[in-house]
């Protein structure tokens, strides 16, 4: 990784991530939440700068909302495995902000049955893996074949949160990933750890994110979403109007992936977070006894910009003072 010219491969890794199509199909978010946010007037719902879920204060914690709707080529290519993709994202996003899932909702357009049957076969597979039910939905059975839909709308409750705006400067900035897995079979770059594994063993690591969550031991974090490791990472970075830098060589990565295909892939399981430096051995601990991977991979400036670094030299990957991802920053909206 990085060794024959780190000047020449930091710059073609800036040019690769900010272009990468996971991250700027991002770029269209701010003017929605925009329009959006007026809406609030209506309610007095917490601040959101980018969380994975919405969260709504409730009795003693917090419910939390989220939906996520399947790329139309995913689902005509791999109806199934699409199907079950969509349990997986949203409920890492409820376990990303500290939470535990308790049942979901689908909208699904499909004309074609046997594409329907197997798509919905998929989301019962990804419901009985994660243990969460399908509690209702909505169909519409004349759409056609070559433009089927599928959203997914999930609801958890957490006792405390992990909110993705709130990295402070002179946090550490760590990277949890599974690196027993596999590529994905995607027509994006993916990594699954989820193939060979239990209910047990799938539940019992996402519980990991609750347990820190409970424990105060982070500030911020996000799962690493389609906009790969470093584009995650910067998104929370931008919503927190934080900078960081960033060492590449401490980035964990399985041995049989290209790197720049590490940092742009979604994983099945990977979370990034910010924590203040005296409990990044505590969180280590806990991923270590589910046998996931977590290093310290930076630290947050508290500045604008996102520098790389590797081999003694850097490169900007962000400057949030000119230029966006979502354009959600808790300093634009100050």
Request: hydrophobic share 40%; net charge negative.
């Amino acid at each position: 990784m990085l060794e024959q010219n780190p000047e020449k491969e930091l710059d073609e890794i800036v040019k690769v991530v900010r272009n990468y199509e996971g991250l700027v199909r991002k770029n269209a978010i701010r003017d929605i939440y925009n329009l959006l946010r007026s809406t609030h007037v209506f309610s007095s719902p917490m601040e959101n700068f980018g969380d994975d879920a919405a969260p709504i204060p409730y009795r003693d914690g917090y419910l939390l909302l989220a939906a996520d709707g399947m790329m139309t080529g995913l689902l005509i290519e791999k109806p199934h495995a699409t199907g079950k993709a969509s349990i997986l994202v949203t409920v890492n996003d409820i376990y990303s902000m500290g939470g535990r899932p308790l049942g979901l909702v689908n909208v699904l357009a499909s004309g074609d049955e046997q594409q329907r049957i197997q798509i919905v076969e998929g989301i019962t597979d990804g419901c009985r893996r994660f243990r969460v039910p399908m509690l209702g939905g909505h169909l519409h059975p004349d759409a056609p074949y070559d433009h089927p839909a599928l959203s997914v709308a999930i609801l958890g409750w957490a006792q405390k949160l992990i909110r993705s705006h709130l990295a402070k400067a002179g946090d550490v900035l760590i990277a949890a990933v599974d690196l027993n897995g596999q590529p994905g079979s995607t027509p994006m770059v993916g990594w699954n750890t989820n193939a060979d594994k239990t209910s047990d063993e799938l539940l019992n690591r996402l519980e990991i994110l609750p347990r820190i969550a409970e424990a105060d031991l982070v500030n911020a974090g996000k799962d690493i979403s389609n906009a790969g490791l470093l584009g995650t990472l910067c998104i929370m970075l931008e919503n927190s109007g934080k900078g960081a830098l960033i060492d590449l060589q401490t980035i964990p990565k399985p041995s049989s992936m290209r790197f720049m295909d590490w940092i742009l892939c979604f994983q099945s399981y990977g979370f990034v977070l910010s924590a203040r430096p005296d409990n990044y051995k505590k969180i280590m601990s806990l991923f270590s006894e589910q046998n996931i991977t977590a290093a310290v991979i930076g630290h947050v400036t508290d500045d604008s910009t996102v520098v790389i670094s590797c081999g003694g030299k850097r490169k900007t990957l962000f400057d949030f003072s000119t230029e966006k991802i979502t354009g959600i920053s808790v300093k634009y909206f100050k």
